[in-house]
């Protein structure tokens, strides 16, 4: 186990996620994964992945842009935009049905 202070020591702290955070992804994605809803664990993912971008460099971003509400909008609508897209191909896709007894098709 690493010890904190030597991650202070580092100068890691501001780097760190949350623990719950990651818990709750890796139970979030066992449980998708074992029930083989891969287009809701890619979302899941996803999703964390933005949390996680926004909690880590939130403040370095901001800095680079001209205006706090315009970089909000601007993070806000891409991380929308690519969500509502991998929902509507969620639903507009092709269904299959895989089993690991089954040989491989190709």
């Known amino acids: 186990m690493i010890d ?7 100068g890691l ?9 990651v818990i709750l992804y890796v139970t979030l994605t066992s449980i998708l994964v074992l029930m083989r809803r891969i287009p809701l664990y890619l ?5 964390f992945t933005v949390y996680w971008g926004f909690i880590l460099y ?10 706090y509400t315009t970089a909000f909008a601007i ?5 929308l935009a690519v ?3 991998a929902i509507s191909s969620y639903f507009q896709g092709s269904s299959y049905e895989f ?7 190709t």
């Open 75 to 79: 993070y806000t609508f891409s991380s």
């Open 58 to 67: 939130w403040g370095e971003y901001l800095s680079g842009a001209s205006s």
């Open 99 to 105: 089993s690991a007894s089954e040989p491989d098709p």
């Open 4 to 10: 904190s202070e030597y991650l202070i020591t580092l």
């Open 13 to 21: 702290t501001g780097y760190l996620v949350p623990s719950w955070t």
């Open 43 to 47: 979302l899941t993912t996803h999703v």
């Open 83 to 85: 969500a509502s897209l």
